[in-house]
């Protein structure tokens, strides 16, 4: 439910912020705008406002249309043609198509501005012990190490070092770190990313790197438990300290954590401390499903160090112009390594495994926002600036083939004949339809095969 209703709210803001966009430059340029549709297809219901406008909610709920008057879809009165938009001159019509991008670009924009002004905790770039054999072992990366800068480009948090990889991974195949040990000795590794995807949606690049995030080894120690879960209904209680499982003796949470996944619904034994007293119950892990694999589950929270978390996050927060400056930029530096892995992907330097689709949309919609409400606002700019560069892609049926058709029209003085726009409808129509079934049948490997 939380994943529908996530994806709903995305859905409906990213499509009212676009056709919007649409909608109040065409009303600017003074063209009469017939429809404003929420959905595609049947319409579902309806709202007749000013100027002649119908507001409506139509049953497909994946886009969104702006219908205005012309003359090349219906028959327009005499009085009317001032107001159509085929009449108005072709910078109004380009004003009017490039709207809807651009008003994503601007919501992303004040949505990233809103994160940096309000702060967002984020994790310190500190890295664990990388597995032998991998590219960040070979560069002599150490359990704790934090990385400060990617290629001289510092990075402050673990989303700016996975960025900075991709970005400068992808194009120079490796990448120099500066790194800080935690007795503060400064360092530089080189990170040979030679045969490895960093775009590859499928899997961990980084892990395949040998990069994850540290955390600190927690004991195997209660922090709380779920209501009515197999832990609560076996005894176990905040503050109990696990010994041993079955005989076998226990020392870290993961240690825990490792024997209750392999045993769903086999009863355990857990010999347990609390409060200086020893103490036995029997609990059974509930089974539960992740993805391919049946697990168990007991429903427990580890206690954790709050100081030793402390260390490893911080609080992000920036005055109002330096936020806009940064939220500016992002949003630029999104749009431009967007327009460069779209690139990559015609030209067969990306998987087109990469393509994703409304399954997997929702799937990260859902899971940003149980993670709260700003990682669900950043998937948010995020989505935002990825619809704005998808819709002024030159093919027809976007809004970059009616920029493509009218920036002709500009330089040459005189419309496209329409033998040529309908065959690039066509073609565009075709194009669409292979991108929405090579990125529907990714979301379903993705859903069904783990």
């Given at each position: 439910?939380?994943?529908?209703?996530?994806?709903?709210?995305?859905?409906?803001?990213?499509?009212?912020?676009?056709?919007?966009?649409?909608?109040?430059?065409?009303?600017?340029?003074?063209?009469?705008?017939?429809?404003?549709?929420?959905?595609?297809?049947?319409?579902?219901?309806?709202?007749?406002?000013?100027?002649?406008?119908?507001?409506?909610?139509?049953?497909?709920?994946?886009?969104?249309?702006?219908?205005?008057?012309?003359?090349?879809?219906?028959?327009?009165?005499?009085?009317?043609?001032?107001?159509?938009?085929?009449?108005?001159?072709?910078?109004?019509?380009?004003?009017?198509?490039?709207?809807?991008?651009?008003?994503?670009?601007?919501?992303?924009?004040?949505?990233?501005?809103?994160?940096?002004?309000?702060?967002?905790?984020?994790?310190?770039?500190?890295?664990?012990?990388?597995?032998?054999?991998?590219?960040?072992?070979?560069?002599?990366?150490?359990?704790?190490?934090?990385?400060?800068?990617?290629?001289?480009?510092?990075?402050?948090?673990?989303?700016?070092?996975?960025?900075?990889?991709?970005?400068?991974?992808?194009?120079?195949?490796?990448?120099?770190?500066?790194?800080?040990?935690?007795?503060?000795?400064?360092?530089?590794?080189?990170?040979?990313?030679?045969?490895?995807?960093?775009?590859?949606?499928?899997?961990?690049?980084?892990?395949?790197?040998?990069?994850?995030?540290?955390?600190?080894?927690?004991?195997?120690?209660?922090?709380?438990?779920?209501?009515?879960?197999?832990?609560?209904?076996?005894?176990?209680?905040?503050?109990?300290?696990?010994?041993?499982?079955?005989?076998?003796?226990?020392?870290?949470?993961?240690?825990?954590?490792?024997?209750?996944?392999?045993?769903?619904?086999?009863?355990?034994?857990?010999?347990?401390?609390?409060?200086?007293?020893?103490?036995?119950?029997?609990?059974?892990?509930?089974?539960?499903?992740?993805?391919?694999?049946?697990?168990?589950?007991?429903?427990?929270?580890?206690?954790?160090?709050?100081?030793?978390l402390a260390r490893l996050r911080a609080e992000v927060?920036?005055?109002?112009?330096?936020?806009?400056?940064?939220?500016?930029?992002?949003?630029?530096?999104?749009?431009?390594?967007?327009?460069?892995?779209?690139?990559?992907?015609?030209?067969?330097?990306?998987?087109?495994?990469?393509?994703?689709?409304?399954?997997?949309?929702?799937?990260?919609?859902?899971?940003?926002?149980?993670?709260?409400?700003?990682?669900?606002?950043?998937?948010?700019?995020?989505?935002?600036?990825?619809?704005?560069?998808?819709?002024?892609?030159?093919?027809?049926?976007?809004?970059?083939?009616?920029?493509?058709?009218?920036?002709?029209?500009?330089?040459?003085?005189?419309?496209?004949?329409?033998?040529?726009?309908?065959?690039?409808?066509?073609?565009?129509?075709?194009?669409?339809?292979?991108?929405?079934?090579?990125?529907?049948?990714n979301d379903l490997q993705r859903l069904f095969a783990?």
């Amino acid at each position: 439910m939380t994943t529908l209703l996530a994806f709903a709210v995305t859905i409906g803001i990213l499509v009212v912020i676009h056709e919007y966009g649409h909608y109040a430059v065409a009303r600017l340029c003074g063209v009469k705008v017939l429809r404003f549709s929420v959905g595609f297809g049947k319409v579902i219901a309806r709202h007749q406002g000013r100027g002649g406008t119908e507001w409506a909610l139509s049953a497909i709920p994946l886009g969104g249309y702006v219908k205005m008057l012309d003359e090349r879809e219906g028959e327009v009165a005499a009085a009317e043609l001032p107001d159509a938009f085929n009449r108005k001159p072709v910078l109004q019509r380009m004003a009017i198509v490039v709207a809807g991008p651009l008003a994503n670009l601007i919501l992303a924009v004040l949505l990233y501005w809103g994160l940096f002004v309000y702060g967002v905790t984020v994790l310190r770039p500190v890295v664990s012990a990388p597995a032998p054999g991998t590219p960040a072992a070979v560069a002599g990366l150490a359990n704790g190490d934090t990385v400060t800068a990617v290629n001289g480009v510092a990075v402050e948090d673990w989303q700016g070092l996975h960025w900075q990889l991709l970005k400068q991974g992808l194009r120079a195949g490796a990448v120099d770190l500066e790194t800080r040990s935690p007795d503060g000795h400064l360092a530089f590794r080189h990170l040979d990313l030679a045969g490895i995807d960093l775009a590859d949606a499928e899997g961990d690049p980084l892990g395949r790197i040998g990069l994850a995030r540290y955390l600190p080894e927690f004991a195997a120690r209660i922090g709380d438990t779920l209501p009515d879960s197999p832990a609560a209904r076996a005894g176990l209680q905040a503050g109990d300290t696990v010994l041993a499982i079955d005989d076998t003796p226990v020392a870290a949470w993961e240690e825990m954590v490792a024997i209750v996944r392999a045993s769903p619904e086999r009863p355990l034994r857990f010999r347990v401390e609390r409060d200086g007293r020893p103490l036995e119950l029997t609990v059974t892990p509930a089974a539960a499903q992740d993805r391919t694999e049946r697990i168990g589950r007991i429903g427990a929270t580890p206690h954790l160090d709050e100081a030793e978390l402390a260390r490893l996050r911080a609080e992000v927060r920036f005055g109002p112009v330096e936020a806009m400056q940064r939220a500016l930029y992002r949003t630029w530096d999104l749009s431009a390594f967007s327009l460069e892995m779209l690139g990559r992907l015609v030209i067969g330097q990306a998987s087109l495994k990469n393509l994703s689709g409304p399954v997997t949309i929702a799937d990260y919609a859902g899971k940003s926002a149980e993670a709260g409400l700003a990682a669900f606002i950043g998937f948010l700019a995020l989505i935002s600036v990825s619809l704005a560069v998808l819709n002024l892609l030159p093919i027809p049926l976007l809004d970059g083939g009616h920029l493509l058709y009218y920036s002709a029209e500009f330089l040459t003085g005189r419309p496209l004949p329409d033998s040529v726009q309908a065959a690039g409808q066509k073609i565009g129509a075709a194009l669409l339809a292979a991108l929405m079934m090579f990125a529907l049948f990714n979301d379903l490997q993705r859903l069904f095969a783990g």
